[in-house]
């Protein structure tokens, strides 16, 4: 069993070093929209949350007001709470446990355990990666804090562009499931229609309708299928 | 940005987090309720995957992430290991960029 948990904890690493770079570019651009160091740094540590909190440092920076920051930044956080209810069926220790261990769920640990074929590897992925994402991204936002600007633009540097081929190394394997691609189709479209019309956060969540698609596919084909058995 | 401000946004974005797991807790949900959860995932990073390739300020974009992520998505369907297709689209994209 130990020879098969380690690809696992393998992959949790690389995603947390991954994301240990995107919390170095955190902190410089939280520095550089105002925040305080010690801001920063609590803000990755109690948030824990990259999309909003980019969504934080991006509106300030950009001269919006604090409240005009955080709208998007609770919208974008309404989807770890989709998350936490995909994970009820995981996540089963004390109350004390669950309640530690819901900080941990972000996109990253989430994706990981849905990834994996049973509910123990399920949980040990959800926590490696978790671990892994929460010990990366927290020293990664002290790195860049502290170094400030010196490091330069990082959309120079190409990091925007880890953000989403991350998520699409993630999405790849859950696809082979029945109604899968219809559900991430329809998920990615009404994303994108929304984009131009509604505030940042939003097209995030309206996509989670791309299940309905999804399960309607799933459950399509299943009765056609079942004669054939 | 106020300390306020930011404990305000740590408590919400904590409470939304904690929803499932602790309110719901160990409570069996019925298998439909479940295929639905589970299914939940796919369309979200879809989305993610989409906004973050052609987001822009209010409208959409295609610059240097779109040919960043192409190159991702032939590494994905490869199957090549995960921080060499970070890696990739990161070059990628900071080369079209010079």
Same mark, same amino acid.
């Given at each position: 069993m130990s020879a098969e948990r380690r690809p696992l904890t393998r992959r949790a690493a690389a995603i947390g070093g991954a994301t240990g770079v995107y919390g170095v570019s955190f902190g410089v651009l939280s520095v550089a929209a105002g925040l305080s160091v010690a801001q920063t740094c609590a803000m990755s540590l109690l948030v824990f949350t990259g999309a909003s =909190? !980019?969504?934080?440092v991006g509106v300030l920076s950009a001269g919006g007001s604090v409240s005009a920051a955080l709208a998007p930044a609770?919208?974008?956080?309404?989807?770890?709470?989709?998350?936490?209810?995909?994970l009820v069926p *995981?996540? &089963? %220790?004390?109350?004390g446990r669950r309640a530690l261990e819901s900080q941990l *769920? *972000? +996109?990253?640990?989430?994706?990981?355990? &849905?990834? =994996?074929? +049973?509910?123990?590897?399920? &949980?040990?992925?959800?926590?490696? $990666?978790?671990?892994?994402? !929460? *010990?990366?991204?927290?020293?990664? $936002?002290?790195? %860049?804090?502290?170094?400030g600007s010196s490091l330069g633009d990082p959309r120079r540097l190409g990091l925007d562009a880890m953000f989403p081929a991350a !998520?699409?190394?993630?999405l790849a394997p859950q696809l082979r499931r029945p109604g899968a691609p219809a559900a991430a189709l329809s998920g990615a479209a009404i994303a994108l229609m929304l984009v131009p019309l509604a505030p940042a956060g939003v097209p995030i969540l309206a996509a989670s309708l791309g299940v309905v698609p999804g399960l309607w596919w799933a459950h399509r084909r299943a009765p056609r299928e079942a004669p054939e058995t | 940005m106020t300390w306020a401000a930011l404990l305000g946004l740590a408590a919400a974005a904590y409470a939304m987090k904690a929803i499932g797991p602790v309110a719901l807790g160990r409570r069996q949900l019925p298998p439909a309720v479940l295929e639905t959860l589970g299914m939940l995932s796919i369309p979200l990073l879809a989305a993610l995957v989409a906004v973050q390739t052609f987001g822009g300020a209010h409208r959409?974009?295609?610059?240097a992430r779109v040919p960043a992520m192409a190159v991702a998505a032939v590494l994905v369907w490869r199957r090549a290991p995960f921080p060499v297709v970070l890696a990739?689209?990161?070059? $990628?994209?900071?080369?079209? &960029?010079?």
């Open positions: =909190q !980019f969504a934080v609770l919208l974008l956080a309404a989807r770890n709470g989709v998350y936490g209810l995909s *995981i996540l &089963r %220790g004390r109350l *769920i *972000i +996109d990253e640990s989430t994706a990981m355990a &849905r990834a =994996q074929p +049973d509910p123990a590897s399920a &949980r040990l992925a959800f926590l490696a $990666t978790g671990i892994s994402v !929460f *010990i990366c991204w927290n020293l990664g $936002t002290l790195l %860049g804090a502290a170094a !998520f699409l190394a993630l | 959409l974009v295609v610059d990739a689209a990161a070059v $990628t994209a900071a080369l079209l &960029r010079l």
